[in-house]
């Protein structure tokens, strides 16, 4: 959420950096909103005032038996009260419309950000690996021999409907043994403290990471209310809920392997075959809550813990800075890395790191107290996937692909499936 004083103090470079974005702009109506506010908040105020003055005077009329005086300082009272809970309730309803607007605003973009309207205006920063030549047509994931026993989309149509899939067997065993090794990496290597959280959060924690009230579409809600989780960010990111923490205790960095659950509203045609868009997926995710001063450097930091995950698993990929027209809506810098799937003979998204700056943390009310002292300070947050698990299978599937239909897996999961590093035709390890 946006600091209407921010607002108030630049309109022109606020609505300059919403455009950066397409939006239009909207600091005119904001601003007008507010000084309204304040004009009911200042009204309320005033007739306080006159008020506690008549109150005080109600006693001395009485006292000299001025009944004519005593009975208009009375009604006074009366008059004033009666106008300070109207003015009150007035300035309410125009504070919950002026932060419900403020609320579906989006994050203003960094200014290093890349301007552009899509992703084809994404920048590419860097490129690592090198794709493997094949003496053969690679396949696509679900199309591999080895495969194909152990990714099954009728039957989980059967049960679910479209955009689900049932892992069985090798696959199955090589998809868990993934998000044990992200999750391994994350704590031993990258000092991220793992967390079990709920899959389902009330609606404030939604709002508090941006996905309400804009975006309920694109989540599931249950007939209690709880909400699924698009990502543990959800769960994560609020951890720090309407907390005031200390300095000394940032930056606090957690890591979570969890179900995640998205609608896939607009998607319709998209990336239909296969599993790369699926309505219920595993994702390990990280998160970071810092110092302000320290959030670039942070999310540095974070995109090298996803890299680095692809970079032993032995997968060429590239990083991109997304555009101001292709970030999404709690974001302020996004990294988009990109594994390369040699079924598709193109890159394809992995893992989306971003910096909110203080975006969610007002929306939550996040802050830390400074260890010199003063007000408390909003934090900032940072998420970033470490990696998408499916997708990462998907990966490991199509670029470990053998002429005969087996599959050769990376060196780095031997630990995790028992030494056997070949998926066999059948579909069995070896």
């Given amino acids: 959420m946006h600091d209407i004083r921010a607002i108030r103090e630049n309109p022109a470079a606020f609505d300059a950096a919403l455009a950066r974005r397409g939006e239009a702009?909207?600091?005119?109506?904001?601003?007008?909103?507010?000084?309204?506010?304040?004009?009911?908040?200042?009204?309320?105020?005033?007739?306080?005032?006159?008020?506690?003055?008549?109150?005080?005077?109600?006693?001395?009329?009485?006292?000299?038996?001025?009944?004519?005086?005593f009975e208009r300082l009375r009604g006074l009272v009366a008059e004033k009260k009666a106008e300070i809970a109207r003015m009150q309730t007035e300035a309410k309803d125009i504070d919950a419309l002026l932060t419900d607007q403020l609320v579906r605003i989006p994050n203003l973009p960094a200014e290093d950000v890349p301007d552009g309207k899509d992703e084809s205006d994404n920048v590419e920063v860097k490129r690592w690996g090198t794709p493997r030549d094949y003496d053969f047509e690679p396949k696509e994931h679900?199309?591999?021999?080895?495969?194909?026993?152990?990714?099954?989309?009728?039957?989980?149509?059967?049960?679910?409907?479209?955009?689900?899939?049932?892992?069985?067997g090798g696959v199955a065993r090589i998809h868990r043994a993934l998000a044990q090794f992200m999750l391994d990496t994350h704590t031993n290597e990258n000092g991220l403290t793992e967390v079990n959280g709920p899959v389902l959060v009330l609606s404030e924690m939604m709002q508090g990471t941006g996905q309400l009230p804009k975006f309920g579409e694109d989540s599931y809600q249950t007939r209690e209310g709880w909400w699924l989780i698009p990502t543990s960010e959800v769960s994560l990111t609020n951890i720090v809920n309407n907390c005031v923490i200390e300095e000394s205790y940032l930056p606090r960095r957690y890591t979570a392997h969890s179900l995640c659950f998205r609608s896939e509203a607009g998607s319709a045609g998209k990336d239909t075959r296969g599993m790369l868009r699926q309505?219920?997926?595993?994702?390990?995710?990280?998160?970071?809550?810092?110092?302000?001063?320290?959030?670039?450097?942070?999310?540095?930091?974070?995109?090298?813990?996803?890299?680095?995950?692809?970079?032993?698993?032995?997968?060429?990929?590239?990083?991109?800075v997304l555009c101001t027209g292709d970030m999404g809506f709690g974001a302020r810098r996004t990294f988009d890395i990109e594994a390369w799937l040699p079924g598709q003979n193109t890159y394809r998204e992995i893992?989306?790191?971003?910096?909110?700056?203080?975006?969610?943390?007002?929306?939550?009310?996040?802050?830390?107290?400074?260890?010199?002292?003063?007000?408390?300070?909003?934090?900032?947050?940072?998420?970033?996937?470490?990696l998408a698990v499916g997708r990462c299978l998907i990966a490991v599937l199509e670029n470990g692909q053998n002429a005969d239909g087996t599959v050769t897996l990376p060196e780095v999961l031997s630990p995790y499936l028992g030494g056997k590093l070949t998926l066999q035709a059948d579909g069995t390890l070896v």
Avoid: W
Avoid at 40 to 50: H, P, R, Y
Avoid at 142 to 154: K, L, P
Avoid at 290 to 303: A, C, I, V, W, Y
Avoid at 362 to 374: C, D, T, V
């Fill in 25 to 69: 702009p909207v600091s005119s109506d904001l601003l007008r909103l507010d000084e309204s506010r304040r004009a009911k908040i200042l009204a309320a105020e005033t007739a306080q005032a006159e008020q506690n003055k008549a109150s005080k005077e109600v006693g001395a009329a009485k006292a000299r038996g001025d009944e004519a005086e």
């Fill in 142 to 168: 679900f199309e591999i021999a080895s495969v194909q026993n152990g990714m099954d989309f009728e039957t989980a149509a059967k049960l679910a409907g479209s955009r689900f899939v049932l892992l069985s």
């Fill in 279 to 320: 309505h219920q997926f595993e994702k390990v995710e990280m998160v970071s809550v810092t110092h302000p001063d320290k959030s670039d450097d942070e999310q540095q930091r974070m995109l090298r813990c996803a890299e680095g995950i692809l970079e032993k698993l032995g997968i060429p990929y590239r990083t991109v």
């Fill in 351 to 386: 893992s989306s790191v971003s910096t909110c700056g203080d975006f969610q943390a007002r929306r939550m009310n996040a802050r830390f107290r400074p260890e010199g002292g003063g007000k408390p300070e909003f934090v900032h947050t940072l998420n970033g996937s470490g």
